[in-house]
């Protein structure tokens, strides 16, 4: 099983960035996808989820920024981030659940400055 994030980098605030996870080894279509992220010191957070059947949900601090989809024909999840803020600096990880199981990727880091 594998997850890979890949799109992340350095991009100034107001700007736009979108983060790829490529899964590998499961099912895909079964599984539920997130994103998480991790900001130095903090607690990993949840991002955007998007079911099975392609039902979405948003953190509120992300609602009309960023967007999740899902390509089960590629096996891979999307996270389109817009409006980007220095406060969404984090590393970004994705997430496959289904039932109990759950996979996590090595994260990709999102830097947000100028």
């Known amino acids: 099983v594998q997850l890979v994030e890949s799109g992340g980098g350095l991009v100034q605030p107001g700007g736009s960035l979108t983060l790829s996870c490529a899964a590998s080894?499961?099912?895909?279509?079964?599984?539920?996808m997130s994103w998480y992220r991790q900001a130095p010191g903090k607690q990993r957070e949840l991002v955007a989820e998007?079911?099975?059947?392609?039902?979405?949900n948003y953190a509120d601090f992300v609602k009309g920024r960023f967007t999740v989809s899902r390509d089960n024909a590629k096996n891979t999840v999307y996270l389109q981030m817009n409006s980007l803020k220095p406060e969404d600096t984090a590393v970004y990880y994705c997430?496959?659940?289904?039932?109990?199981?759950?996979?996590w990727g090595q994260g990709t880091q999102v830097t947000v400055s100028s």
């Open positions: 997430k496959a659940a289904w039932l109990s199981l759950v996979y």
């Open positions: 080894g499961f099912t895909f279509s079964r599984y539920a």
């Open positions: 998007i079911t099975s059947g392609g039902n979405t």
